[in-house]
């Protein structure tokens, strides 16, 4: 849902610049200034609500975060991560291809108006966050590992095809790359705090930090090759990204790993059941 979130308000962006930036001028933004401090209102009064309810929730406790994750070697754990890391930088790096030059794209091969081409952007962007959203229940019911492995390659074929398309199939392609492509969003962030739980913090903090920030320097750099060549030839050199997914393949199977057996499943007591790898401040909520 955080992911659903931000994706909405990015999809909203290209809406407001195309009806109400460019009509109205630079100036038009500041009232959005508004909004922007009352979340920060909204955001401090959820903030005690959930620090008062993670140290209050029954079981909270470090140590069994630990003993859970004796089940999963430790190199294997940091080799998983590192992988994960690299999938979500190829990702936002192919992302960061469309959100920051699509629209000169359309511009300079199609001739488009710029209001035009702000709504192309926004199909694409209102694509990734409806794939965000179905992204999460998905991994649940099937897996993580493979919704990863469907998201980074399943778009492959879209990615391939979208330099040669028609201004048509150029819409068409990027919300079906749009849609698969963000549905791994959620089983990444997920599958790294299983790998390690007890530390959602951390994880959270190394994917959304680190990867997304080199994914914006992946962006300065789509820019620089920009001008040394075409926006054309860029998008055909990020067409092969998603390729990079064939990674996915050397991720464990943690659920599994860690249920293998009675004995393993029991160790350590409750707490170490595989099936609560999740936030403990959830577990015992109506």
């Known amino acids: 849902m955080f992911r659903v979130g931000g994706s909405t308000g990015s999809a909203i962006g290209p809406l407001l610049a195309a009806f109400i930036v460019v009509p109205g001028g630079q100036g038009s933004v500041l009232w959005f200034s508004i909004a922007a401090l009352i979340a920060i209102a909204v955001l401090f009064r959820v903030s005690r609500w959930y620090a008062a309810t993670l140290v209050s929730a029954p079981g909270h406790s470090g140590r069994s975060g630990a003993q859970r994750q004796r089940s999963t070697a430790k190199a294997k754990i940091v080799v998983s991560l590192l992988i994960l890391v690299f999938l979500v930088f190829s990702k936002n790096f192919y992302t960061a291809s469309l959100n920051s030059y699509y629209t000169f794209y359309l511009i300079q091969r199609f001739d488009l108006p710029v209001q035009t081409a702000q709504l192309y952007l926004f199909l694409f962007l209102a694509a990734l966050a409806v794939g965000t959203l179905f992204g999460g229940p998905i991994g649940d019911r099937f897996g993580r590992k493979y919704v990863i492995w469907f998201s980074i390659l399943g778009i492959l074929p879209f990615t391939l095809a979208l330099p040669y398309a028609d201004l048509f199939w150029t819409g068409i392609l990027t919300v079906f790359i749009g849609l698969i492509?963000?549905?791994?969003?959620?089983?990444?962030?997920?599958?790294?705090?299983?790998?390690?739980?007890?530390?959602?913090?951390?994880?959270?903090?190394?994917?959304?930090?680190?990867?997304?920030?080199?994914?914006?320097?992946?962006?300065?750099?789509?820019?620089?090759?920009?001008?040394?060549?075409?926006?054309e030839?860029?998008?055909?050199?990020?067409?092969?990204?998603?390729?990079?997914?064939?990674?996915?393949?050397?991720?464990?199977?943690?659920?599994?790993?860690?249920?293998?057996?009675?004995?393993?499943?029991?160790?350590?007591?409750?707490?170490?059941?595989?099936?609560?790898?999740?936030n403990p401040s959830y577990s015992d909520r109506p």
Do not use: M
């Open 181 to 231: 492509l963000s549905s791994s969003s959620p089983a990444i962030i997920v599958y790294a705090q299983e790998l390690v739980p007890g530390k959602t913090g951390t994880v959270s903090g190394l994917f959304f930090g680190l990867a997304f920030g080199i994914g914006g320097l992946g962006a300065a750099l789509l820019g620089q090759l920009a001008d040394l060549t075409s926006i």
């Open 233 to 278: 030839f860029v998008y055909q050199v990020c067409s092969f990204l998603p390729a990079l997914g064939l990674l996915a393949v050397f991720l464990p199977h943690v659920r599994a790993e860690q249920a293998s057996t009675p004995e393993k499943a029991n160790e350590g007591g409750p707490s170490s059941h595989p099936t609560e790898l999740r």
